[in-house]
């Protein structure tokens, strides 16, 4: 018997510090989960909706899924990049498209797998691997940098982004300050360019800014009915009629992640090939209201998006006066 329990008291010496450090949470689609309470190989499926929220709090990333073996990303826009700045080391690619590449997954040695609810079909492979926490992006079930908040509390660092965010908010007030005094309750859209217009999601530090600064986003009837189930990154197709009708207090514009300029020159010029005269009769355009953004900068659902965007409202707001 003392045998028996001088065994059990040296297991739990064993087993105690695993179960210190890690801790039981609920996913976003009500899954318990046991994750490290500091998790050190974090690997995302998803990198702009998951992989820069955590690094944009410190995280470096260990693995993304939509990187390649050489490090390029799926699309030519790196978001690193733009929106963190160049420099910072790159996650490891398990595959830049269709299934993920288990065998170079677990070649990663995660302790956690971040993924979007969109990947709840894959969680029976992944959790082969690591602990697989899913989270929601979808515009339906998530606004502005919601999901960076969300991630900040599973990783440990909420006192981070609360400072962080409390810095970038003293920032909006200062900015406000500057508006006239009528600007509450001005509405935005904003519209990306692609083969055609599309109207994009609620996920992003783009919309969370706006929406700080006092813009509401105007209703559009033609997509209003379509869910948004891809986070910031899902576009709602726009006619070109529709979009001729449009008069928001504030028309936010954003060319192709292909397009080599992101700029107004650029964005103008494929606008016209969409819209042939639309600079004619739009009333935003007519009346100088229209922003013009690096959708590179903006679009991900980070604190380091909705200051891009603060930065590009300041300079139009400064060069329309």
């Known amino acids: 018997m003392r045998h028996l329990v001088f065994s059990f008291i040296a297991a739990m010496l064993v087993t105690g510090p695993v179960w210190a450090d890690e801790r039981l949470v609920s996913d976003d689609t009500g899954r318990e989960v046991l994750v490290p309470r500091q998790p050190d190989r974090v690997v995302v499926m998803h990198e702009p909706l998951l992989g820069l929220p955590l690094m944009d709090l410190g995280i470096e990333i260990t693995g993304s899924y939509g990187r390649a073996d050489d490090g390029s990303f799926v699309i030519a826009v790196d978001f690193i990049d733009t929106v963190l700045g160049e420099g910072r080391p790159k996650p490891r690619g398990f595959g830049p498209f269709g299934q993920p590449d288990l065998e170079k997954l677990r070649a990663l040695e995660p302790d956690l797998i971040v993924a979007t609810e969109l990947d709840a079909g894959k969680l029976d492979q992944l959790a ?9 992006v979808s515009s339906a079930k998530v606004h502005g940098i919601e999901i960076q908040d969300d991630l900040a509390a599973l990783v440990g660092l909420t006192e981070v982004f609360n400072s962080r965010k409390a810095t970038y908010l003293e920032r909006v007030s200062s900015l406000r300050e500057t508006l006239p005094a009528n600007s509450a309750g001005l509405t935005y859209l904003p ?10 999601g609620d996920a992003s530090g783009m919309v969370q800014a706006l929406e700080d600064l006092g813009f509401t986003r105007l209703n559009v009837d033609e997509t209003s009915k379509l869910a948004a189930g891809g986070g910031s990154m899902m576009l709602m197709p726009l006619s070109a009629e529709a979009f001729g009708r449009l008069n928001p207090d504030l028309l936010v514009l954003l060319n192709s992640y292909t397009e080599d300029d992101r700029g107004e020159t650029g964005t103008r010029a494929k606008l016209d090939r969409i819209v042939p005269g639309w600079q004619q009769f739009m009333k935003p355009n007519l009346e ?32 329309s006066r």
């Open 288 to 319: 100088n209201r229209i922003l013009f953004v690096d959708p590179a900068k903006v679009i991900t659902p980070t604190l380091a998006s909705a200051n891009h965007m603060l930065d590009a409202f300041e300079s139009w707001t400064l060069k």
């Open 128 to 136: 082969t691997v690591a602990p697989v926490y899913l989270q929601n």
């Open 191 to 200: 519209v990306f360019l692609t083969d055609q217009l599309n109207v994009v």
